[in-house]
């Protein structure tokens, strides 16, 4: 059982009674694929704080006038803005990291430089 399965504790009637909602609208929301409760060993429906959270926006997202294949794509569309954002702050992580690279090599090449470098004194220098 993962993280968010331990947290999935409450039964489908404890889920209606906290987010105000029918059970058999509950098991039509999952029929639709908007929700998806963590399921027992024997078929029993769990849900989490953050299943009955969405329970209750996908409430309000329906008495707003948005059908349940609206607020589907709505979701869908929220978790590929989701992945995109994670995906932008790892590739904003792996830039920051090779300007870091880059400004070490470029310190060790200077370096390198500083000593291949050898100073002749005007006295060696005849003319």
Known sequence: MNKENSKAIYFISVASDLSGIHPQTIRTYEEKGLIKPFRTGGGTRRYSQSDI???????????????????????????????????????????????????????????????????????????
């Not at 590929?80 to 954002?85: A, K, M």
């Open 53 to 127: 959270d969405k329970l209750v926006q996908i409430q309000n997202l329906s008495q707003r006038g948005i059908n349940l294949e609206g607020i589907k794509i709505i979701y869908e569309m929220k978790e590929r803005i989701d992945n995109l954002q994670n995906k932008i702050i790892d590739l904003e992580n792996e830039i920051s990291n090779q300007g870091i690279q880059s400004r070490k090599k470029e310190k060790d090449i200077h370096q390198s430089y500083k000593k291949e470098i050898v100073k002749k004194s005007d006295k060696s220098i005849r003319r």
